[in-house]
């Protein structure tokens, strides 16, 4: 996916209920910010929401000082691409980024941080001022003193937690984002409704290209075009995201096997039901169906 659709899609998954729910509980439980951040982001991440520390809040108020903000927020994007990573800034606090994927598609971040790894004192307190009159910032001492001090503190061990905790929504949200990807809650031509019907209801079928564009009163080639349009998903990806959703479903069932899954729901052999399992989840449909509850339980 582009920029563009990858941003859109975090904006549909930040007003999703389950974004909502978890967001609101993680804060007040840690008092911690937590952000979904896109791939490609020049803000700061935490800047004006809801738990930000106020130390950072009046650092961000200087250009200077963002700027160094600025610059641990792209070691986090550039290093978090393909696992949890923690940077450490100038002022002593500690900031982590978890990738939100797709497969093999990095979709953004999730971000938190803005805590300390020790409790403050005099001594880091005035590292920290040398630092920031070597930017050149003059601020209120006595002020900035009083908010690094109230600083949240979390002992190393306390803080792996919260970034192990966040890894784990980050993979179930990456299941709610393939989700989101089949749906479109905006308006879209009634052709592509169609569309989406009929592969609804044929999907176990060998179902071609050109079999749904006649579905829908439409030349291929406009066809595929209105589609990506409407979907952000070629006519072949989006055909498999839907098979591999109505596989989960069946892999449900304890007793159901694999390869009977994999035919079930349209695909013409295992070893491609395998390879777009993992390109869309990350795992193949064994390990999958080896997390789900009744598995654990077993």
């Given amino acids: ?170 993979q179930h949200l990456s299941i709610v984002v393939n989700q989101l990807m089949l749906q479109n809650e905006n308006a879209e031509p009634e052709s592509i409704s169609r569309a989406r019907a009929f592969i609804d209801a044929n999907y176990t079928e060998d179902l071609s290209l050109d079999a749904v564009a006649q579905a829908a009163h439409m030349s291929r080639f406009h066809f595929c075009k209105q589609f990506k349009k409407s979907t952000g998903l070629n006519y072949t990806d989006y055909l498999g995201r839907v098979r591999v959703e109505k596989a989960k479903q069946r892999l449900v069932n304890p007793h159901a096997r694999v390869s009977e899954v994999a035919y079930e729901v349209g695909f013409q052999s295992l070893t491609h039901f395998n390879r777009v399992f993992r390109k869309l989840n990350g795992e193949s449909p064994t390990e999958y169906r080896t997390g789900l509850p009744f598995a654990a339980a077993a």
């Avoid at 004006?48 to 950072?56: A, D, I, L, V, Y």
């Avoid at 920290?128 to 001090?149: C, K, M, N, P, W």
């Fill in 1 to 170: 996916m582009n920029t563009s659709a990858n941003k859109a899609l975090l904006e549909r998954l930040s007003r999703s209920q389950i974004y909502k729910n978890y967001e609101h509980a993680f804060s007040e439980t840690t008092g911690l910010p937590l952000t979904l951040s896109p791939v490609e982001d020049w803000h700061l991440a935490h800047h004006g929401r809801r738990h930000e520390n106020p130390f950072c809040a009046i650092l961000a108020q200087q250009n200077k000082t963002c700027a160094a903000c600025l610059q641990t927020q792209h070691l986090l994007s550039t290093g978090a691409r393909d696992e949890a990573r923690s940077v450490t800034c100038f002022a002593g606090l500690r900031e982590t980024a978890i990738p939100l994927r797709v497969g093999d598609n990095l979709v953004g971040f999730l971000r938190t941080g803005e805590v300390l790894l020790r409790k403050p004192n005099g001594r880091l307190f005035s590292r920290v001022l040398l630092e920031l009159r070597a930017l050149g910032i003059q601020t209120d001492e006595s002020h900035l003193r009083e908010l690094y001090f109230r600083t949240q503190v979390f002992s190393p061990k306390q803080y792996e937690s919260v970034v192990q905790l966040l890894s784990i929504f980050a």
